[in-house]
């Protein structure tokens, strides 16, 4: 019998030792802690808790995830370093061949071609759509994505008459079974989306509304970036809140204590 135990001791010393593979969780982990972040989207992690939010999407490695409307980036500079050799993170941004758009939609682009050019480690993969509706409609080929994620864009599209037609186009790029994930200001169920949305607020009801008509099943929401001091009758609505502070200095510290907006997580299934 103790002639075994010599061979098996070189046997187990003779095998590879596998260095720790990263769970998507612990890559998105890594993502918001990276050096590429700024410090003053760094300070908003505890309004928009990230980890949990894409966990509760169900966002995972492997899938092709599309970000709609990135604006400057926040969310984009945590998923794509997630999702690099792991996925796909394709950005839906705004269709610079569309004449008479808001300025930003123009300026925020290039800021982040330049964040790209500067930390290519981390987004070298990220793939592009234009989707500027109603004149650039079209987010892609039909079944071809596994998630979709937008945040804090879905009063813009009430507010422009365009709500439907946008979920309408998630509907139809998603693959069948495919997540759709929102976040949104979140106004009173009851009260009209077409006048909350001026304000930056729109109610679950609404967007629940929505995305049933596009053919998507309600499967689940989460209270992670609620926030119940928010009493969502500001002078400028929700852009009175940090980060925007519409009022500059005026009673600054009394909307820096209210905090970010009180939003809804919201995920969706597409049922065909």
Known sequence: MNRLVFP?????????????QETFAERVAMGAAGDHRSESNVSRDKYRHPSETLEFFGISEGMTVMEIWPGGGWYTEILAPAMRDYGTLIIATWDPAIEGQPAYRYELPKKMDQMFAQHPEVYDQVTFEYFSPPG????????????????????????????????????????????????????????????????????????????????????????????????????????????????????REKYAAVGESDRMTLRFKKTN
């Open 136 to 251: 650039s409609p079209s987010l892609g080929d039909n079944d071809s994505v596994d998630a979709i994620v937008t945040f804090r864009s879905a009063h813009g599209w009430v507010s422009s008459g365009l709500a439907q037609d946008v979920f309408n186009e998630f509907a139809r790029v998603l693959k069948p079974g495919g997540v759709l994930g929102i976040v949104q200001h979140r106004a009173e169920d009851g009260q009209n989306p077409a006048d909350t949305a001026k304000n930056g607020y729109v109610s679950e009801a609404a967007i629940k509304e929505l995305a049933a008509n596009a053919g998507f099943s309600f499967d689940g929401s989460s209270e992670v970036n609620a926030n119940p001091r928010d009493t969502k009758d500001h002078p400028e609505g929700v852009w009175t809140l940090p980060p925007s502070f519409e009022l500059g200095d005026k009673d």
């Open 8 to 20: 098996l001791f070189v046997l187990c010393l003779s095998l590879p030792v596998f260095a720790h």
